[in-house]
């Protein structure tokens, strides 16, 4: 890596900006672009054991500097990085499977209403079949013989005869 301006010169700018007549770009945009690079392009152990370190450190919210961490040894850190993300995995799982059952459990809800609607019209329909079956007004054969008799009865007395009676009873 090409080497800077001193510190003295970083105190002299403002994040993100250039100092007069200076053609390179900002320490806080070669900050950035090491912190993109090492973020994307991990070829080495060291560069594993840093990526793993800054994800320790934001897991915990520690510092890079903080102690405990540097006692970690990279099999260490590897294995709580994995176990960590198993772990939102199972969890994950889990509650997927929850929603699941809970949506199952709607379902079968539903279902359960509609099949007892479903009941509830077909008794409603064979309870009126059976009404309409034990009434002898609505019986075919009841009915022929009633207008059999009308007609007859219109041959004798008019056509207007029994026009003013209703049907329903």
């Not at 007069?20 to 806080?28: A, D």
């Not at 934001?58 to 994995?82: G, Q």
């Not at 176990?83 to 079968?108: N, T, V, W």
Request: net charge negative; charged share 40%; hydrophobic share 30%.
């Amino acid at each position: 890596m090409e080497k800077r301006n001193s510190p003295k010169e970083w105190s002299k700018r403002r994040p993100g900006k250039r100092i007069e007549g200076e053609s390179s770009p900002s320490i806080m945009d070669d900050i950035k672009e090491l912190a993109a690079r090492d973020a994307r392009n991990i070829a080495s152990e060291r560069e594993y054991f840093l990526f793993l370190s800054n994800w320790w450190c934001n897991k915990w919210n520690r510092p890079l500097k903080d102690p405990l961490l540097a006692e970690y040894t990279l099999e260490e850190l590897i294995y709580e990085f994995h176990s960590f993300r198993e772990y939102d995995k199972a969890s994950e799982e889990r509650l997927q499977q929850e929603a699941d059952r809970i949506e199952d459990d709607k379902y079968d809800a539903q279902m359960a209403v509609i099949e007892a609607m479903e009941a509830e019209d077909r008794a409603r329909e064979e309870r009126e079949a059976a009404e309409t079956a034990s009434n002898p007004v609505n019986n075919p054969i009841n009915q022929k013989w009633m207008e059999e008799l009308i007609r007859k009865d219109k041959e004798l007395h008019g056509e207007e005869y029994g026009e003013d009676l209703e049907l329903n009873f």
